[in-house]
């Protein structure tokens, strides 16, 4: 079997994978160039690749597979090691939304496990599954970081912050209804595609988007404040811890 320009022959048997059409490889050997660009070391480089073919697909194909191991002098063994080690790393097809629900032990506990039921029965769809007109996708997904506004759901990574199963029907249906659909941080959603490309380091070129990015909200800042020893808003405005090194030389 021949092997297209730039592949490696390891003597492995290759992958079952066609090659990206040529107008799509080029275009994306261009892409991949410039990221691979700012690495020290080619191979540094795989994650915003894996990212990269992510975007083109919705998920990480045979396909990206081959053409990342290619653009990487990678093996095909050692890219498929790493995209399934990332949870991030879609195996399967993602919808234009890729919902996210947060079944960790916290979300769990204040609704996620009944937010992730009552979704999968509203959208007749299982996990990592997608609905049948292609806009919704759903994972349960572990600790987002966002503990202190659970149960959270995501939305292409996108935070949907103290949901709960009406909450989470009502954000799915917009969804589907193609109706413009705000996270509670963060910027504006795009598609699941368009997401992946940014991840993989190319500009968010929305008008404004990148200022919507907003900062930690209180929940977030309450443990820094405390730390601080300082009174948290609505307190009678007494300290509630010290700070580390209060009365000390330190
Ligand atoms: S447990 Fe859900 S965000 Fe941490």
């Given at each position: 079997?021949?092997?297209?320009?730039?592949?490696?022959?390891?003597?492995?048997?290759?992958?079952?994978?066609?090659?990206y059409p040529p107008q799509v490889h080029d275009r994306l050997a261009a892409d991949a160039r410039e990221l691979i660009a700012r690495y020290p070391v080619v191979r540094s480089a795989l994650l915003p690749l894996l990212h990269l073919v992510q975007a083109e697909e919705?998920?990480?194909?045979?396909?990206?597979?081959?053409?990342?191991?290619?653009?990487?002098?990678?093996?095909?063994?050692?890219?498929?090691?790493?995209?399934?080690?990332?949870?991030?790393?879609?195996?399967?097809?993602?919808?234009t939304y890729h919902v996210g629900v947060c079944t960790n032990t916290l979300c769990a506990?204040?609704?996620?496990d009944q937010i992730f039921a009552e979704l999968k029965q509203h959208l007749g769809i299982e996990n990592n599954?997608?609905?049948?007109?292609?806009?919704?996708?759903?994972?349960?997904?572990e600790c987002?970081?966002?503990?202190?506004?659970?149960?959270?759901?995501?939305?292409?990574?996108?935070?949907?912050?103290?949901?709960?199963?009406?909450?989470?029907?009502?954000?799915?249906?917009?969804?589907?209804?193609?109706?413009?659909?705000r996270p509670t941080r963060g910027a504006r959603l795009?598609?699941?595609?368009?997401?992946?490309?940014?991840l993989a380091g190319f500009p968010d070129e929305r008008d404004g988007a990148v200022d919507e990015s907003g900062a930690g909200g209180a929940p977030s800042l309450a443990g820094l404040r405390l730390a601080?020893?300082?009174?948290?808003p609505g307190t009678s405005g007494t300290k509630v811890v010290s700070p580390r090194h209060e009365g000390t030389d330190a």
């Open positions: 079997m021949s092997n297209s320009p730039g592949s490696v022959e390891l003597g492995l048997p290759a992958l079952p994978a066609r090659p919705g998920y990480v194909s045979a396909t990206g597979i081959r053409f990342c191991a290619e653009q990487l002098e990678l093996t095909t063994a050692e890219v498929s090691a790493v995209a399934t080690f990332y949870t991030m790393y879609r195996r399967r097809p993602a919808g506990v204040l609704g996620g599954e997608t609905t049948e007109d292609g806009e919704v996708s759903i994972e349960h997904i987002n970081a966002a503990c202190d506004y659970a149960p959270v759901v995501m939305v292409n990574w996108e935070f949907f912050d103290n949901q709960t199963p009406e909450s989470a029907r009502q954000l799915v249906d917009q969804l589907r209804e193609g109706r413009e659909v795009c598609s699941f595609k368009e997401t992946a490309r940014m601080r020893g300082e009174a948290l």
